[in-house]
């Protein structure tokens, strides 16, 4: 009982159990939730018969491979590499130039048809320009030991 009452140092940690910022861990769980979903549409369409055909054979290797990779980058990011940063930095710089020529050039560019709304390609374009500006932000930078951040 006397240990209890006048203990001095402290007996646990008060920060949280990961060193990486929340930002950090939202975006790899994403990814890597992302990355199972790309396993899974794989696993399907190798599974319905109605889809054997050289077309989605591919379809089905692809999403394997995006998955694989997907995966590994991600779990990467998590744990704060440098490498898996300029791959997300680079791959979401990409998405977000995209989506804005694809918002501001004519529709006839790029051969759409009316499916395609503008309201989707906003959407993933607003969600990878605010990864881009996670991916900016000091505390995440140092997590990833970018020590001028």
């Known amino acids: 009982v006397g240990v209890a009452i006048f203990q001095t140092r402290e007996l646990e940690s008060q920060e949280s159990s990961s060193e990486a910022p929340g930002l950090v861990n939202v975006l790899a769980w994403a990814g890597r939730a992302a990355a199972i979903a790309s396993g899974l549409a794989a696993l399907a369409i190798l599974t319905v018969p109605a889809l054997y055909s050289t077309t989605h054979f591919l379809i089905a290797g692809a999403a394997a491979a995006i998955a694989v990779i997907g995966w590994v980058v991600w779990g990467a990011f998590g744990f704060g590499r440098q490498w898996s940063w300029y791959a997300v930095l680079a791959a979401t710089v990409l998405a ?41 932000l000091p505390r995440t930078r140092r997590h990833f030991q970018f020590h001028n951040a």
């Open 96 to 136: 977000t130039i995209a989506g804005a020529v694809s918002l501001i050039a004519p529709d006839e560019w790029f051969g759409l048809t009316e499916t395609t709304t503008p309201v989707l390609t906003f959407t993933a374009t607003a969600v990878a320009a605010a990864v881009v500006g996670i991916l900016l």
